[in-house]
């Protein structure tokens, strides 16, 4: 059973993304070397600042767009736990 999960990464220059990936670990290697998001691409090195874990993909891209629907501040209260 895959558990999906969805994260915030902090950019280098202070940007956020929210994505969803099954391997947390490759996704963020990706992100590294340019061959993650578009959005992403020239602003690593990145910081994951929160996780949350789903047991059905479609759980993890609801929640993904209702993270997306926050702004800044929002999504940082996430990170405060």
Excluded: S
């Amino acid at each position: 059973m895959d558990v999906w999960t969805v994260y915030i990464l902090e950019c280098k220059d202070k940007t956020l993304y929210t994505g969803i990936t099954n391997n947390l670990e490759r996704r963020i290697q990706q992100h590294e070397l340019g061959k993650g998001a578009k959005y992403t691409k020239g602003r690593g090195p990145f910081r994951v600042i929160h996780t949350e874990e789903f047991a059905e993909k479609g759980l993890a891209l609801g929640r993904e767009h209702q993270i997306k629907q926050l702004n800044r501040e929002q999504k940082l209260t996430l990170t405060v736990k």
